[in-house]
């Protein structure tokens, strides 16, 4: 057990939706980021937030969007959903920003859209 | 830039034998290296990390990974392969000024044969 949440585990809904993703960093961690993996792109970076800012982004689309609370824990946006977002969604804590910081990942949320 | 090559998507190996999975990297400065492990319907599990210290790293369950800059290699070995350590395996690269994101290789499926 890494120490991360993520919920829900599964996720189905219709493509036009918008659905959140939420995530919990383990408890000493100020770093949080987002990760899609699907079959055809494999494993990407979407989004990192340190301590509620963000810091960089990545391969996410505009009709993506996430944030980081006050409490650290981070939500993942996805509106006007296609077929094309399915996939599992991960996200990783760190303690730090810097490239030696090891992430620990969450189990994933698996989004299916149909 | 940096990015990850895993050579071989499918690796099957025979219990007791040892295991070779292999990644060379690309990066304009000096990465830190990780190899992490997803388990069916699992989240990413750290195996090992470099991180400019010794070129020789030891992971847990039996793993290591050799970082040798000449070759831009951080091949992922173990002695003896156990039936639980099929899995997939992602080579992961990261790079102060980067962002800080890891970009993640594209995986290597390991079998393990009884």
């Known amino acids: 057990d890494s120490g991360v949440t993520q919920t829900p585990k599964h996720l189905i809904t219709a493509t036009g939706q918008r659905v959140t993703l939420r995530c919990s960093p383990r408890?000493?961690?100020?770093?949080v980021y987002w990760y899609q993996q699907s079959l055809d792109q494999g494993l990407q970076f979407l989004i990192h937030?340190?301590?509620?800012?963000?810091?960089a982004k990545g391969n996410i689309l505009e009709r993506f969007s996430a944030q980081q609370f006050p409490d650290l824990h981070s939500e993942l946006n996805l509106s006007s959903l296609e077929l094309g977002d399915s996939a599992l969604y991960f996200c990783?804590?760190?303690?730090?920003?810097?490239?030696?910081?090891?992430?620990?990942f969450g189990p994933g949320t698996r989004l299916t859209v149909t | 830039a940096q990015s990850v090559t895993q050579l071989d998507s499918h690796v099957s190996v025979s219990e007791g034998t040892p295991v070779l999975l292999r990644c060379n990297y690309s990066s304009s400065y000096s990465p830190s290296l990780f190899w992490y492990v997803q388990h069916p319907n699992k989240g990413l599990q750290l195996l090992l990390k470099y991180t400019s210290a010794a070129t020789l790293v030891k992971g847990i369950n039996g793993f290591e990974a050799e970082f040798k800059k000449s070759e831009t290699s951080f091949h992922l070995t173990k002695p003896s392969a156990h039936m639980s350590d099929a899995a997939e395996y992602f080579c992961v690269v990261s790079v102060a000024g980067s962002a800080r994101q890891l970009t993640f290789g594209s995986g290597t499926q390991l079998t393990v044969l009884p």
């Open positions: 990783a804590s760190s303690a730090g920003t810097g490239s030696i910081h090891e992430q620990y």
């Open positions: 408890s000493e961690d100020l770093s």
């Open positions: 937030y340190y301590n509620g800012e963000e810091r």
